[in-house]
């Protein structure tokens, strides 16, 4: 059978991936909102791995949560870079300087 | 013992699309490529689910996020004309922080969620559910009992959003024939109105 490691192992390279994509396309709105994505996917494999050792469909529910938020931050995300866009011409980080933080 | 095995098969092949899939999301010159990899991850990852006997989960995961959220940005990445050549500036010089911060957090998760604490020793595989066993039930069960309140709560969070979502992209309707009350109502009389004080003119007595 498979073991429950196996599992966190895979999620936990997923994880790794995209906190690296996050640093390495941080110039790039989209896919920074992408890396999320998947940082997201990883979290809800480790959910789902242990509701389903431990006997316990709470996990699963939390799940569903994530997924909504998820859903939500897409959505408003791509909904901000859209204005930005239209306001700027561009979605490249380092030219959306006009807060000047 | 013919199933153990293939179930690890299948868990290895799937485990293995999601990786690439995602190294590729990672790596991609292309946005569209970007969003379409990121699609070949949920699916392969949904497949993962599927082993885990998260049945609805992983129908949902295809549906909701393969089928909306990513065709949600692959419109956008199409809509936007992104320049490629300045998205994918300062890559390389990028790319030796992001290989030492894989290396790092996998040597450091191994050690945590590997086999010693978390193997079928410690873990043991869960029993198979009966036949008539319904994981939408259960779910359902589960999240209009005990966690309905959060649940209500995670709806008005989406109606948040997508009211949000329609605010900040929303920019009024143009050439439309309809009074504004508002900028009537703003306008005052020094817009409308120059009076301006010319000099009179002295009549000349003296010209003939």
């Known amino acids: 059978m498979i073991a429950l490691s196996n599992y966190l192992i895979l999620?936990?390279?997923?994880?790794a991936i995209s906190i690296?994509?996050?640093v390495l396309n941080r110039k790039n709105l989209i896919s920074i909102l992408m890396c999320i994505e998947l940082l997201l996917l990883a979290v809800n494999t480790n959910f789902i791995a242990f509701a389903d050792y431990l006997n316990?469909?709470?996990?699963?529910?939390?799940?569903?949560?994530?997924?909504?938020?998820?859903a939500a931050e897409a959505a408003i995300g791509l909904a901000i870079?859209?204005?930005?866009?239209?306001?700027?011409?561009?979605?490249t980080t380092e030219d959306l300087d006009n807060l000047k933080g | 013992m013919i199933t153990n095995i293939l179930t690890q098969i299948i868990f290895y092949i799937f485990a293995l699309g999601v990786i690439g899939s995602a190294l590729m999301v990672v790596s991609a010159k292309n946005p569209v490529q970007g969003v379409l990899s990121l699609v070949l991850c949920f699916v392969a990852m949904a497949g993962i689910w599927i082993l885990l006997h998260a049945e609805f989960l992983a129908l949902i995961l295809i549906v909701v996020y393969v089928g909306a959220v990513m065709t949600l940005f692959l419109f956008?990445?199409?809509?936007?004309?992104?320049?490629?050549?300045?998205?994918?500036?300062?890559l390389v010089s990028y790319l030796p922080f992001g290989l030492i911060i894989i290396?790092?957090?996998?040597?450091?998760?191994?050690?945590?969620?590997?086999p010693a604490h978390f193997g079928l020793a410690a873990y043991a595989a869960p029993t198979a559910q009966p036949a008539n066993y319904s994981n939408v039930a259960a779910l359902g069960t589960t999240l209009y009992s005990e966690e309905v309140y959060p649940f209500e709560i995670a709806g008005a969070l989406l109606l948040v959003a997508m009211i949000a979502a329609i605010t900040l992209a929303y920019r009024g309707r143009r050439n439309r024939k309809q009074v504004k009350i508002a900028s009537q109502l703003a306008v005052c009389r020094e817009d409308r109105i120059k009076l301006i004080g010319l000099p009179s003119e002295k009549k000349h007595e003296d010209t003939p």
């Open chain 1, 11 to 15: 999620s936990a390279v997923l994880f």
């Open chain 1, 20 to 22: 690296a994509g996050l």
């Open chain 1, 56 to 70: 316990n469909n709470l996990g699963e529910v939390f799940v569903f949560f994530v997924l909504t938020v998820a």
């Open chain 1, 81 to 91: 870079v859209i204005t930005i866009y239209r306001n700027s011409h561009t979605i």
């Open chain 2, 76 to 90: 956008v990445v199409m809509t936007l004309n992104l320049d490629r050549s300045q998205l994918k500036r300062g």
């Open chain 2, 103 to 114: 290396i790092f957090i996998m040597i450091m998760l191994f050690y945590v969620v590997g």
